[in-house]
């Protein structure tokens, strides 16, 4: 357990103290050369605001996390669904991988427009479709990446003992590709919280982190905008520290252990 503790605390404090002096320098910038509130908000009425405004900010939060989790699961489901397709069906790749890269190119206004159109105004579905589909391709590439780059050398020790394709994939391929999987998963999960906020700007109900963050800096309340920002960064903090500990306790050597033990 403390291993995993270490590894997870030496993911996180890094961002954490660059966070902390970047704030620090903010703040001293805004007091120093007397920068108006219309302008810059320091981060001392950021936070103020932030807790003062907390229930309101919370159930956003609720809102864009759930989005985000929904189109997470959806999209890390169908990314390793495909890529264990196009392993067993070689001749699926040349037509699903472009038409994959084709869709995730798409802007996000133009398929959640699409989206917004088959379901109620009032429906979260729009902008949970969007997310599974950014963090599909993500998942989707690296995870066909790792069932497929397998030494050699296993896939030889394999055949020798006579294994059939389903012994290769279970004690080979598949190991090779979890650490593919949660590499796709710590760029995925902050992902799918900025996809979620994003795809607020372009209709449904205005319940969101993206829809509040719009309607206050718009307006005259750039505190409360600034506030909703940063529950917006808290989120994905969230979102990738927990991808980061599923990876330690999934495997607790690390990826890093993981790919120098195969290079030995």
């Given at each position: 357990?403390?291993?995993?503790?270490?590894?997870?605390?030496?993911?996180?404090?890094?961002?954490?103290?660059?966070?902390?002096?970047?704030?620090?320098?903010?703040?001293?910038?805004?007091?120093?050369?007397?920068?108006?509130?219309?302008?810059?908000?320091?981060?001392?009425?950021?936070?103020?605001?932030?807790?003062?405004?907390?229930?309101?900010?919370?159930?956003?939060?609720?809102?864009?996390?759930?989005?985000?989790?929904?189109?997470?699961?959806?999209?890390?489901?169908?990314?390793?669904?495909?890529?264990?397709?196009?392993?067993?069906?070689?001749?699926?790749?040349?037509?699903?991988?472009?038409?994959?890269t084709?869709?995730?190119?798409?802007p996000?206004?133009?398929?959640?427009?699409?989206?917004?159109?088959?379901?109620?105004?009032?429906?979260?579905?729009?902008?949970r479709?969007?997310?599974?589909?950014?963090?599909?391709?993500?998942?989707?590439?690296?995870?066909?990446?790792?069932?497929?780059?397998?030494?050699?050398?296993?896939?030889?020790?394999?055949?020798?003992?006579?294994?059939?394709?389903?012994?290769?994939?279970?004690?080979?391929?598949?190991?090779?590709?979890?650490?593919?999987?949660?590499?796709?998963?710590?760029i995925?999960?902050?992902?799918?919280?900025?996809?979620?906020?994003?795809?607020?700007?372009?209709g449904?109900?205005?319940?969101?982190?993206g829809?509040?963050?719009?309607?206050?800096?718009?307006?005259?309340?750039?505190?409360?905008?600034?506030?909703?920002?940063?529950?917006?960064?808290?989120?994905?903090?969230?979102?990738?520290?927990i991808?980061?500990?599923?990876?330690?306790?999934?495997?607790?050597?690390?990826?890093?252990?993981?790919?120098?033990?195969?290079?030995?």
């Open positions: 357990m403390s291993l995993r503790l270490r590894q997870v605390s030496a993911a996180a404090l890094p961002p954490v103290v660059f966070g902390l002096l970047f704030f620090g320098a903010w703040e001293w910038a805004v007091r120093a050369f007397e920068v108006e509130e219309y302008f810059l908000v320091p981060p001392s009425k950021i936070l103020s605001t932030f807790a003062d405004n907390w229930s309101l900010i919370w159930e956003s939060v609720q809102v864009t996390g759930a989005n985000a989790l929904v189109g997470l699961l959806l999209g890390t489901a169908l990314g390793v669904a495909v890529a264990f397709l196009l392993m067993s069906f070689r001749s699926l790749d040349q037509v699903i991988t472009p038409l994959s084709a869709v995730n190119a798409l996000i206004f133009v398929v959640v427009s699409v989206f917004s159109n088959m379901y109620p105004a009032t429906s979260e579905m729009p902008r479709l969007m997310v599974a589909i950014v963090i599909y391709f993500v998942v989707l590439v690296n995870v066909a990446r790792g069932l497929r780059n397998v030494q050699p050398t296993h896939l030889e020790l394999m055949q020798s003992y006579a294994a059939g394709r389903w012994a290769m994939l279970r004690h080979v391929r598949i190991p090779n590709a979890i650490p593919f999987l949660f590499t796709a998963l710590k995925a999960a902050p992902m799918a919280v900025i996809t979620a906020f994003v795809s607020e700007y372009f449904g109900a205005q319940n969101g982190l829809s509040r963050i719009t309607a206050s800096l718009g307006g005259s309340r750039k505190a409360d905008g600034w506030a909703y920002v940063l529950a917006a960064c808290l989120l994905g903090i969230v979102f990738y520290l991808s980061i500990t599923m990876e330690a306790v999934a495997t607790p050597g690390g990826t890093e252990h993981q790919h120098r033990g195969r290079s030995h």
